[in-house]
Structure formats: C-alpha cells, structure tokens
C-alpha cells in the first residue's frame, strides 16, 4: 500500500508531515533552522504509523530519522536513517511478515515536470498523468494496468481500500514507478475534498481523470446511505464524481499536455434505446423530484424521480446521471478549455466486482450466458484496453462522445437514449447536484 504524505517545513523551523491520502495522521517537530520548503513521500503499508523521531536541516538537506511504531498490530523495532534534497520524495517500506520487521528506506524521485524534456536534442513528451477512481479492480484496474504498461502515463488509483489496491497493482504486474495509490472514498464528499487537496500537495499534474468507481446493489431492499446522507448508488456513482470532476476542473485547465480529458463511465443498462436497457426495472429520473428534495428517503424518496427504492433502477438512473454529466460539462467547458469530455460503454464485463451483491446464480451463470447467448461478453483486459483508448488514443479526441465497441472491437459514437442525451434535464441535474455537493 502506498501512503503519500506532505512534509512540510515552515518558517518557525517545525516540520509538519500529514497524510494526505488517509485519514489524519498529523506529526510536528521542531527544526533547529529557519527555512521553507514543501516536500512530498510515499510510504507502504496502512496499518503501521510513519514517525519521523528526528529531523533537522543540513547545508539546505533535510536529515530525518523515519522510525516505524506498529506494522499489523506488531510493534517495530528497526528504523531507518536518510537523508534528503529533492523536493519530492518517495518512502518505501518492505515488509518481512516471517520476522515482522519492516524497512524504511527513502529514495528521491522526480514528479512530473510540466515541460517536456529534452533527450539527444529530440523533445520528449513527460509521461501523461491520469487518475482513475475505483482502479482496485474489474474495469479501473485493467486500464491502470494497460496504461502503465505503456510507460507513458503514470497512474495515480484513486480508491477506497489502500491494502487492496497495492495488492491489486502488484498482482497485475504494474511497476512501481508507473502508479501511485491515493484514499478516495466516494461515499464522502469530504473524503473527495481531502483527496483533491492531497493529490495538489503531491505536485503532479492531472491530464486525464477517469470516473470510473460505482456500485451496484440490486438485490438491496432498503437503501444505504452515504456520509452526507444520499442514497449510496447515486451518492457514490454520480455525486462524488460530479464533485470530484468539478473541483478537478481547474487542474486538467492547468495541464500543458496536449490532450487533456475528463471521461465518465456510461452503461447501456442506463440507455434505454437498447435491448438491455430494456430490461426492468428499466432507468428514469423522470422530473428529479427525489433528487431536489434531498435523495434522503426521509424528507423525500430515496430515487431519484420520488418513487419507491430499487437497487438496480438506483444504479441504472446514477448511469444516466454520468452521461447527462459528461455532456453538461461538454457545453460548458469544452469551448474555453479544449478538454475533451467523453463517456463510454466498454461492453458487458460480467466478471468484474460490480455484480458482487448479485445473487450466486446470477453470477455463476450471467458470464456464460453473455459470452454463448448475447456474445456480447468482454474481458476485463479487452475493457481496460478500450477504456485505454479514450484516455490516450489521438483517434478518439473528440469531445462530448458516448464511446462503444463492435464486434471486431472498433470504437464507434454511440447514440445516446433520448433521456440519457436530454440538454434541459441535464442543466437541471447539474444545479441540483451543484447543491447537494456544496458548489452552490
Ligand atoms: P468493479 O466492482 O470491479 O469496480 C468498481 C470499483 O469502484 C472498485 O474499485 C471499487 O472499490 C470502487 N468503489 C466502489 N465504491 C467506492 C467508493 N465509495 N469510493 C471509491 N471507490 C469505490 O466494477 P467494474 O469494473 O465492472 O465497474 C467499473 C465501471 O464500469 C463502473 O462505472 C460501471 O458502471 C462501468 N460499467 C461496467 C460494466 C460491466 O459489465 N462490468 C458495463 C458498463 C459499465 P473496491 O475495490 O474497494 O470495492
């Protein structure tokens, strides 16, 4: 697991380091000298607490002792000295769970410039930067791994489960240097705030953000709630990612690479112009009732369009919210700025995480029958490939495009349900919505 950190020197002397990818985990020390300075590192492992025991500036170098106090509920014993100049810093810890010691150890690394750089005189473009939400599995993790693969682009995972993550990368053979893990919970638009402010700290760029994390809960017969008190589907697939997309806004304004993007996962469940957006309970917001009285099944339903609560329809209607996103930002954004905002159907992944509420049949038999029956079933690598694509592919730049696949796994615009591409009913989720995350 990876935990960034901002270390920071003020001009009192004291060395603050905060956590800016978990919840709060706040060091100071006193420093001997006057100086300030921003320094940024990662650490592995979530359960142990990073301390820094000493620290003091040298000649303009920072010397710390990083010592470790718990890893796993055990204590720890050893601890490592470094010393530091780099503005950015990378803190590895290698577990040794035989011996239950763990290692720190700090190496400098450079963030991404925002230049391009030069090699044997030929301009070299910077590798890209792109985050992608919920990248711990299915969907998100294979494009962070099709990605990474490239070498071109690092892949900051934004997701909830830190451990599970790392895991996660390791397992599909990511390298180090490709990634990073940053704390992303969707289900609170604090943990969003914290995020954006924690990945501004870290001095990378953004040029691509994916909003790709969602949940699925058809079985559910009541609905759950998020921190701030929204029905979870919607809280989480739409209104966290309205917010996060919102507030990243100015940061890919900022990138100079030279395609900037904003994609947001659509599905076909959420169109109605296709078989299986068809099937019931079929995707509605009807006039957002629900929605503008708080989607808090107290003062008002929990669905969007005011009606009784239905998982499945929960997650279809945050669908249509994703789509009737992209194109708002579209309108407003693509103009002036030139990112391009894109939306996508990746094809039916039916053995990702998405249907883990699902019934046990269900999921025993739903990738069969796609792959025999629709043969409209796609591998999680196809997925990460195509989704991939809309994130660097110079073919697929414009902007405002509902992306879908054929048969022969060529990319083409995709029609859009007449809700799902409704401009009035757009503008409208997006006031509501700019209320209820507190932009407005
Ligand atoms: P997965 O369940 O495999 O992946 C969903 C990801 O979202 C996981 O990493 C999960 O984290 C994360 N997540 C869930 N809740 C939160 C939260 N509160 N905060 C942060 N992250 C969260 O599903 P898929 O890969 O299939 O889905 C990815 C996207 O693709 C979704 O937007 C989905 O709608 C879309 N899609 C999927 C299709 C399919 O057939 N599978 C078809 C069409 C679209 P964790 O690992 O911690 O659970």
Known sequence: MVETCALTINDHGALNLASINRRP????????????????FTAFVPTCNLRLSSASLVQGKVACIVKESAFLGSSILEHHKSQFN???????????????VVKAQTTAVAAPGLNQSTVHGKKVLRKGVVVITGASSGLGLAAAKALAETEKWHVVMAC??????????????????????????LASLDSVRQFVHGFRQSGRPLD????????????????????????????????????????????????????????????ITGNTNTL?????????????????????????????DGGA?????????????????????????????????????????????LFREHIPLFRLLFPP?????????????????????????TSLSKSGVYWSWNKNSASFENQLS?????????????????KMVGLA
């Open 25 to 40: 985990s706040f060091h100071q020390l006193s420093l001997p000298a006057k100086r300030s300075a921003s320094l940024a």
């Open 86 to 100: 780099a503005p950015v810093l990378r803190t590895k810890r290698e577990s040794n769970h035989s011996v239950g």
């Open 160 to 185: 909830r489960d830190f451990l599970k993550a790392e895991k996660a990368a390791q397992s599909a053979g990511m390298a180090k240097e490709n990634y990073s893990i940053m704390h992303l919970d």
């Open 208 to 267: 691509v953000l994916v909003c790709n994390a969602a949940i699925y809960r058809p079985t559910a017969r009541t609905p759950t709630y998020t921190a701030d008190g929204y029905e979870m589907s919607v809280g989480v697939n739409h209104l966290g990612h309205f917010l996060l997309a919102n507030m990243l806004l100015d940061d890919l304004k900022k990138s100079d690479y030279p395609s900037r993007r904003l994609i947001i996962l659509g599905s």
């Open 276 to 304: 299986a957006g068809n099937v019931p309970p079929k995707a509605g917001l009807g006039d957002l009732r629900g929605l503008a009285g708080g989607l808090d099944g107290r003062n008002s339903s929990a669905m969007i």
């Open 309 to 353: 609560f239905d998982g499945a329809k929960a997650y279809k209607d945050s669908k249509i919210c994703n789509m009737l996103t992209m194109q708002e930002l579209h309108r407003r954004f693509h103009e002036d700025t030139g990112i391009t905002f894109a939306s996508l159907y990746p094809g039916c992944i039916a053995t990702t995480g």
């Open 369 to 393: 029958f796609q792959k025999f029956v629709t043969k409209g079933f796609v591998s999680e690598d196809e997925s990460g490939k195509r989704l991939a694509q809309v994130v660097g592919d």
């Open 418 to 434: 007449e809700e799902a591409s409704d401009a009035v009913k757009a503008q409208k989720l997006w006031e509501i919505s700019e």
